[in-house]
């Protein structure tokens, strides 16, 4: 018979488990929330790299639960990450620059760069339009997504080469792919400045026009870059570096892979599928939506690391937005550090594209199941 000191301890055992003061054997990891927020309240599958790690259960393996927010637009995403609202947001540079030459606290730190090129390339001209350089765009109308559009200050830098100012040209804001590239066809407008994935998707809809690319400066210059709100970047710092190398991963995963990258957006945001498209169409449609960006994805061609910034690069966009009497390089590397690096890329490329190239849809799918049913979702 056992002694009653030993029916005693697991006696207790038990209250602590039932109680749930004790983990359970097998209990699902505690996980630290993440909120990052996109800049558009649709869940593109061009930007599909971010939720990879969701479903590969790269970001449950670092302890994080990244939780996506769709928001209207940089600005609302940017001021919800400073406000605490939400903790990542993922804007280009230009608007942390402008608060920061403002002399405002920005109020979040940039840790990680993960479109090596802008994904502005340059402006859409009809396929018969005499414009042939930008230099032509003096006294034209150029379509742009919305007012204050940052493709306004990629248009801008262009006409400086050719020694015209934006004033030079009537920018007119025409909405997303098919209304901007209808407009054009219309002769509403001339030309169309926009992004990658707005262009691709505009061909693929079967819209025809020629690119012009802005130019050699585009190369001095990153894209959207990770930007966490300092109080949660200094109570969770793990969590952050394990959201990174989630990212990081998704990435290559997303550039070794643009069908298996699909398949699984369509996994977790069925709802994304544009009405009245079949899955087959849709994906097709949106292929070419991903070859647009997977380029930018890889590590920049100066960097031995993912997500690396470069003190360069940062230089020449203040450069580029003409803000160097209001901020001094000591200004502008303080908002922003490589500190994570490291430590983000502390995992095997080559392993992750292995991967990818040999990703299982029905096997993963019932991998990621699985896990959700354990975390009770």
Not at 126 to 154: H, Q, W, Y
Not at 235 to 253: D, H, T, Y
Not at 254 to 270: C, G, K, Q, R, T
Not at 290 to 306: G, H, I, M, Q, Y
Request: proline share 6%; net charge positive.
């Amino acid at each position: 018979m056992k002694p009653l000191r030993v029916w005693l301890g697991a006696l207790m055992c038990l209250l602590f488990v039932a109680a749930g003061a004790w983990p359970a054997l097998g209990a699902p990891k505690k996980l630290t929330p993440i909120k990052v927020t996109l800049a558009n309240p649709i869940f593109n599958p061009g930007i599909s790299f971010l939720w990879i790690g969701s479903f590969m259960g790269w970001f449950e393996e670092e302890g994080v639960d990244a939780q996506f927010v769709g928001a209207q637009g940089e600005g609302q995403s940017l001021g919800w990450a400073v406000a605490g609202r939400t903790d990542i947001a993922m804007p280009r540079p230009f608007p942390i620059l402008f608060r920061a030459a403002r002399g405002e606290d920005v109020g979040v730190t940039g840790v990680y760069v993960f479109n090596n090129q802008p994904i502005y390339e340059g402006v859409a001209v009809p396929p018969n339009s005499p414009i042939k350089t930008l230099c032509d765009l003096k006294g034209k109308k150029v379509g742009i997504l919305a007012p204050n559009d940052a493709g306004i200050a990629f248009v801008a830098r262009a006409l400086k080469d050719c020694g015209l100012k934006a004033q030079d040209v009537t920018f007119l804001p025409t909405g997303v792919a098919d209304k901007s590239a209808a407009a054009m066809r219309l002769g509403r407008v001339d030309a169309w400045a926009s992004v990658d994935v707005q262009f691709s998707l505009a061909k693929a809809r079967g819209f025809e026009f020629r690119v012009i690319p802005y130019g050699n400066f585009l190369g001095d210059l990153f894209g959207n870059t990770i930007w966490v709100n300092r109080q949660y970047f200094g109570n969770n710092r793990g969590a952050v570096v394990g959201f990174l190398r989630g990212l990081a991963k998704g990435s290559i995963f997303f550039y070794s892979n643009l069908d298996a990258a699909l398949e699984i957006h369509w996994v977790l945001y069925p709802e994304s599928l544009p009405k009245g498209m079949s899955k087959e169409n849709a994906t097709k449609l949106f292929r070419q939506v991903l070859e647009s960006r997977a380029p930018k994805l890889r590590k920049d061609k100066n960097a031995t690391r993912f997500g690396e910034f470069s003190p360069k690069k940062w230089e020449a966009y203040v450069r580029f937005l003409g803000l160097e009497k209001e901020l001094p390089v000591g200004k502008v590397n303080a908002l922003w550090t490589n500190d994570l690096i490291s430590e983000v890329n502390n995992f095997d490329p080559k392993e992750v594209e292995n991967q990818a190239r040999k990703f299982n849809f029905e096997a993963e799918l019932k991998k990621f199941k699985a896990r959700m049913a354990a975390r009770g979702k």
